[in-house]
């Protein structure tokens, strides 16, 4: 399993893998456009996706949803109540192309298995998604207020961790933000701080190498190098030593990350 972050904040959010037998997105939050860039700069074709999931409804994750299932006539996965929120700008979506993926389900695609299950966000039904192919996994947990148990079991054992690391909250307590919209963000339906990824990350991660990509970072209240110095700082005084128990790596909103397969365990 191949995969890359093609991008990653609150100006748009898209995730594609690939295996042997599939190619699919995961939300399609920039323009057509713009997502067809930087697929074609991993070496990515979209004439040859299959399938495109569906995280939440927030315009960041669906603003090119309805041009990329019109263009490429792409089956378009997502729970009921995210298809029923879906804003007015996503368009028309012929019913032909509408499938319904419940959360807490497995969905088969051939040889990939993705599992859902429900995350914590002010969507109407947000969803992460745990990805499994060729005996590795992916987690992706994104737009949420709170890890809780139910999550950390699903994503644990993963060799590749896609979570969020929102926000520095002295940063968002001190910004411009009306107060209004920080306590959204520091609610539990909000979105992870970088402390709150770090402490997650030491009931999630097994020490063995696991690569993990702090996502969805603010452009305004936060810094990747802020977000990795915290996280490492908290990991590394449980005993986790980043760089070669685990491997923390960067996000952007404006370009992917390279393509990189999965490092199948030892």
Not at 74 to 93: C, F, H, K, R
Not at 101 to 118: C, G, H, M, N
Request: contains cysteine; negative net charge.
């Amino acid at each position: 399993m191949k995969y890359s972050i093609l991008a990653s904040g609150s100006t748009g959010n898209s995730l594609y893998i690939e295996t042997e037998n599939i190619r699919i997105l995961i939300d399609a939050g920039l323009s057509g456009k713009q997502l067809e860039t930087k697929m074609k700069a991993i070496g990515a074709d979209p004439t040859q996706l299959d399938a495109l999931l569906v995280t939440h409804e927030h315009i960041d994750h669906v603003k090119g949803l309805g041009v990329f299932a019109r263009r490429y006539q792409l089956p378009i996965y997502m729970n009921e109540a995210t298809w029923g929120s879906l804003p007015s700008g996503v368009g028309a979506i012929h019913p032909d192309q509408q499938r319904i993926f419940p959360v807490l389900s497995t969905l088969q695609l051939k040889d990939l298995a993705i599992e859902s299950f429900p995350i914590s966000h002010d969507a109407a039904q947000p969803m992460g998604f745990c990805f499994h192919a060729e005996d590795v996994s992916l987690g992706l947990v994104t737009d949420t207020g709170y890890i809780n148990q139910r999550i950390v079991e699903k994503i644990r054992g993963a060799e590749a961790l896609i979570l969020e690391s929102n926000h520095d909250v002295e940063m968002l307590r001190m910004g411009a933000y009306p107060w209004n919209i920080k306590r959204r963000i520091l609610s539990d339906v909000g979105h992870l701080s970088n402390e709150d990824a770090a402490e997650a990350l030491l009931d999630i991660l097994q020490g063995e190498g696991e690569d993990v990509h702090l996502a969805h970072l603010s452009q305004d209240n936060n810094l990747t190098e802020l977000a990795h110095l915290t996280v490492r700082s908290i990991l590394e005084e449980e005993g986790l030593k980043v760089g070669k128990d685990i491997h923390l790596r960067e996000t952007w909103p404006d370009r992917p990350t390279p393509l990189r397969k999965i490092r199948k365990r030892s």
